[in-house]
């Protein structure tokens, strides 16, 4: 039997994404990280070492499939920094996972917890698989073992996943479990915080699943706060229906903002009058967590989707979709990038040329990794905090780092991203100057 959605979550949605392989997605790094370090001036010794990762890990492992077969996967591990804590980092199940996309997401998880001021550093992880071709169980034996082959190389002082794209609360479980069956029954209670991201009833947080959409919500209202923009009554178009689209298209709905259309892997659908969010989740819980044949909705292509005029684009689904190909069909006031790495240097100059404001992925999306701080807090301390308490911090937390990235745009007259760079390399540079370099 294969995986149903009602069993796992959202598995099921597996892409076809046309990404520019030609562009690699840590070129995009670098080149990212290189305008900031010259602006900043950074540290000569200090850029040679946020240059690289610490760390990259890659499995090779077996598992039995429930036909008797043998297969063998790989898995990733990069570790970017950990200066300011402990390496952090989602795990990706997808087909395109390899060690320079990984590199790339590792980097930006650095930045990201720099940003917001978390103590974390920066990591990320996959398995290079198309999760819709296993059944539950067979996910489940590739997690585990997935889990036993990195062994010590996650823990949670050390090193702590959490969800990402394809993988859920339930994979989560998975891996608390084997990590946790492999310590010594004394201190196995001492461990819960070795992932986030886990369901509730598992040591998980109020306010995780939806975090990253909330994160993202609350940006756009600063956003539109600095602009004096309404956003009743607001316009949105949403690419990537998972985690962090949808519960950022429902969070929208609550400032009256009206959805006219969205696109996953299945395709993309409109609608002018405005799109129910909610009963679109509801609509693709049934469907495999896919979208399409939603009937409330005409279906369009991709390109129209990029190209609807709308005040409020949110990327959500994977890299490189903004593009020197796609960029100049935007017609929006701004780009709040849900997902990492969505919009390639390239993309974003011609939204730069056009006028369109950006709210960069490490600021945008980062609602995700600090409630996982505040998920790892809450089971370090045995705590179990309500959701407004989770709330009101997420929200305390992200428009603080909105306001630092926001000023020193303005101080070094450059665009948000650079700014966003700056705001973390600055941070790291006085970590590392206080601490110096051993020996
Ligand atoms: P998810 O697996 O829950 O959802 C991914 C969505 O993207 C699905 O709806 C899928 O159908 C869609 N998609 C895939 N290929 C597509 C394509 N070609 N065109 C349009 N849509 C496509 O994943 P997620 O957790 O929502 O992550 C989405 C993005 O957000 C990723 O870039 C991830 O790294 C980033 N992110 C996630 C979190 C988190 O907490 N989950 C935190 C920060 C950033």
């Known amino acids: 039997m294969k995986a149903s959605p009602a069993d796992i979550d959202r598995t099921a949605a597996v892409e076809e994404i046309p990404t520019r392989k030609s562009e690699s997605v840590y070129d995009n790094v670098t080149r990212q990280f290189d305008k900031a370090a010259d602006m900043v001036k950074l540290d000569e010794n200090i850029r040679k070492i946020l240059a690289m990762t610490t760390n990259e890990i890659i499995v090779h492992f077996p598992v039995r ?239 129209t989707l990029l190209q609807t005029e709308a005040d409020i684009f949110v990327p959500a689904a994977l890299e490189n979709q903004i593009t020197a190909d796609t960029a100049p069909w935007l017609k929006v006031k701004v780009v709040a990038e849900g997902a990492n790495g969505p919009t390639d240097p390239d993309g974003d100059r011609i939204l730069r040329e056009k006028g369109i404001d950006m709210i960069p992925d490490i600021l945008c999306n980062a609602g995700g990794v600090i409630v996982s701080y505040f998920e790892w807090l809450q089971n370090k301390r045995s705590e179990f905090w309500e959701l407004e308490e989770v709330d009101c911090k997420l929200h305390k937390k992200i428009v603080a780092a909105y306001g630092r990235v926001r000023d020193t745009a303005k101080k070094y007259k450059t665009d948000w991203r650079t700014a966003a760079y700056i705001v973390a390399l600055d941070h790291l540079e006085r970590v590392y100057k206080e601490r110096g370099i051993f020996p």
């Open 65 to 303: 499939m429930d036909d008797g077969r043998i297969e063998m996967f790989t898995g990733y591990r990069v570790q970017h920094n950990n200066a300011l804590g402990p390496f952090k980092g989602g795990l990706r199940f997808h087909p395109a996972v390899e060690i320079d996309e990984v590199r790339a997401l590792a980097t930006w998880m650095t930045w990201k917890s720099a940003i917001v001021n978390i103590p974390f550093g920066g990591a990320k992880g996959g398995i290079q698989l198309d999760p819709s071709k296993y059944t539950l169980k067979e996910l489940e034996h590739i997690t585990r073992r997935f889990t036993f082959a990195l062994g010590d190389n996650i823990g949670p002082e050390y090193d702590i996943p959490a969800p990402d794209v394809n993988t859920t609360a339930q994979i989560m479980a998975w891996i608390l479990d084997t990590y946790l069956s492999t310590m010594s029954p004394h201190e196995r209670q001492r461990c819960t915080h070795v992932v986030t991201g886990k369901p509730i009833e598992s040591g998980g947080s109020l306010g995780r699943d939806k975090a990253t959409g909330q994160g993202v919500v609350f940006t756009i209202e600063e956003w539109a706060k600095d602009r004096g923009f309404d956003l009743r009554g607001a316009t949105y178009t949403v690419q990537g229906f998972g985690n962090v689209g949808s519960w950022t298209a429902r969070l929208m709905k609550e400032h009256g903002s009206k959805l006219i259309a969205v696109e996953d892997v299945s395709g993309a659908v409109a609608n002018p009058d405005g799109i129910d969010p909610d009963e679109l989740v509801d609509y693709a819980s049934k469907n495999k967590w896919l979208i399409s044949g939603y009937p409330k909705a005409e279906p369009i292509d991709r390109k």
